[in-house]
T-cell receptor
Framework: DAGVTQSPTHLIKTRGQQVTLRCSPKSGHDTVSWYQQALGQGPQFIFQYYEEEERQRGNFPDRFSGHQFPNYSSELNVNALLLGDSALYLC??????????????FGPGTRLTVL | AQSVSQHNHHVILSEAASLELGCNYSYGGTVNLFWYVQYPGQHLQLLLKYFSGDPLVKGIKGFEAEFIKSKFSFNLRKPSVQWSDTAEYFCAVTPAHYGQNFVFGPGTRLSVLP
């Protein structure tokens, strides 16, 4: 049973560029959430996708956008990159109809460095 | 808005010492509570979770946590730590509704000296 996978593992970009990160949820899961984890901090919620729509959004600017595909995989897009966007980007999947609440399973993350 | 605080930024213990990491949250409704661990170079892994029922929950690797509703706390404990417990520990809370996002605490770094 494959867990949550993310690609790429590492990415280096320059200020002003755009980046796309990808996530495949755990088998059987239908909901994908994205988090940003800056160095030395806890993950911060960016947004969540369910049924190909953004269902919730954290306190992140519109430069951060996403998409969910019919196979439940997801992309995170960041435009006009800033130095402060350097972080570990985590994808988490869950099953919205799970009986036992909303446990989320996390992927290994994509390390984004903006120069 | 929900928030989570963790009492200690960095804890240093010797092997076999007992561990307690504090976690407090602010949210007025029913919550689900989690402790995640992040070992160096690895991804977040679930240690334990509380949804309902017995407020004392047991997780993997000998960890346990107690939910005290009146104190809005969910402290993590282990009676005897090992060097391999060296990691970053995150407390997280989410409203007890399906599909809700997590709010994480800032994390506590645990260093266990051999």
């Amino acid at each position: 049973d494959a867990g949550v996978t993310q690609s790429p593992t590492h990415l280096i970009k320059t200020r002003g560029q755009q980046v796309t990160l990808r996530c495949s949820p755990k088998s059987g899961h239908d909901t994908v959430s994205w988090y940003q984890q800056a160095l030395g901090q806890g993950p911060q919620f960016i947004f969540q996708y369910y049924e190909e729509e953004e269902r919730q959004r954290g306190n992140f600017p519109d430069r951060f956008s996403g998409h969910q595909f019919p196979n439940y995989s997801s992309e995170l897009n960041v435009n006009a990159l800033l130095l402060g966007d350097s972080a570990l980007y985590l994808c988490a999947s869950s099953l919205v109809s799970a009986r036992q609440g909303n446990e989320q399973f996390f992927g290994p993350g994509t390390r984004l460095t903006v120069l | 808005a929900q928030s989570v605080s963790q009492h200690n930024h960095h804890v240093i213990l010797s092997e076999a010492a007992s561990l307690e990491l504090g976690c407090n949250y602010s949210y007025g409704g029913t919550v689900n509570l989690f402790w995640y661990v992040q070992y160096p170079g690895q991804h977040l892994q679930l240690l334990l979770k509380y949804f309902s029922g017995d407020p004392l929950v047991k997780g993997i690797k000998g960890f346990e946590a107690e939910f005290i509703k009146s104190k809005f706390s969910f402290n993590l404990r282990k009676p005897s730590v090992q060097w391999s417990d060296t990691a970053e520990y995150f407390c997280a809370v989410t409203p007890a509704h399906y599909g809700q996002n997590f709010v994480f605490g800032p994390g506590t770094r645990l260093s266990v000296l051999p």
